[in-house]
T-cell receptor, first 111, second 110 residues
Framework: DGGITQSPKYLFRKEGQNVTLSCEQN?????MYWYRQDPGQGLRLIYYSQIVNDFQKGDIAEGYSVSREKKESFPLTVTSAQKNPTAFYLCASGHNYSPLHFGNGTRLTVT | DAKTTQPNSMESNEEEPVHLPCNHSTISGTDYIHWYRQLPSQGPEYVIHGLTSNVNNRMASLAIAEDRKSSTLILHRATLRDAAVYYC???????????FGKGTKLTVNP
């Protein structure tokens, strides 16, 4: 079955530690996205990539970093510079004008 | 800037039709109207999209105003499984970044 896999589902970290969230897709989509969602809020775009080895900042990129070395993978690193990292993180992929496909998210808690 | 306006919440009864409105008065001629929905603790899922004509699929219908400044997502017979947050988005689609607002939280009463 084609789809997007985000892992892990829940992640706990201590403040000051970097943490990397995984996102893998087998849909052969060119574009991939990372969104952040806070309770009761909509989705805010962190980073997106429309092609391998290229990515752009979204609306709230500060404190985050990404890489796109393979078409299938778009990992997100939440660095210690991110002031409020606790959130629900969603990865998505898309291709041309087809609908976005989302993963089931990673809930990150930093204490 | 989500570029669309939706009511924060709506309520419906099971097996009744639901009409979810969306205002996109500044939409450009090439922007599609997309609808996604998000169940609790899950990623959003695609519902339907359209450009000018009304659209139907197995999940819902999309009615687009003639001037394209508004649209309505129609669930013909709401079920408890339709309780979700519904997002109306304007944009090109899969390779363009889409801006999600807060959406409309739909509650379905048994």
């Amino acid at each position: 079955d084609g789809g997007i896999t985000q892992s892990p589902k829940y992640l706990f970290r201590k403040e000051g530690q970097n943490v990397t969230l995984s996102c893998e897709q087998n849909l052969n989509h060119d574009a991939m996205y990372w969104y952040r969602q806070d309770p009761g809020q909509g989705l805010r775009l962190i980073y997106y990539s429309q092609i391998v080895n290229d990515f752009q900042k979204g609306d709230i990129a500060e404190g985050y970093s990404v890489s796109r070395e393979k078409k299938e993978s778009f990992p997100l690193t939440v660095t210690s510079a991110q002031k409020n990292p606790t959130a629900f993180y969603l990865c998505a992929s898309g291709h041309n004008y087809s609908p976005l496909h989302f993963g089931n998210g990673t809930r990150l808690t930093v204490t | 800037d989500a570029k669309t306006t939706q009511p924060n919440s709506m309520e419906s009864n099971e097996e009744e039709p639901v009409h979810l409105p969306c205002n996109h008065s500044t939409i450009s001629g090439t922007d599609y109207i997309h609808w996604y929905r998000q169940l609790p603790s899950q990623g959003p899922e695609y519902v339907i999209h359209g450009l000018t004509s009304n659209v139907n699929n197995r999940m819902a219908s999309l009615a687009i105003a003639e001037d394209r400044k508004s649209s309505t997502l129609i669930l013909h017979r709401a079920t408890l499984r339709d309780a979700a947050v519904y997002y109306c988005i304007r944009g090109q689609g899969g390779s363009e970044k889409l801006v999600f607002g807060k959406g409309t939280k739909l509650t379905v009463n048994p």
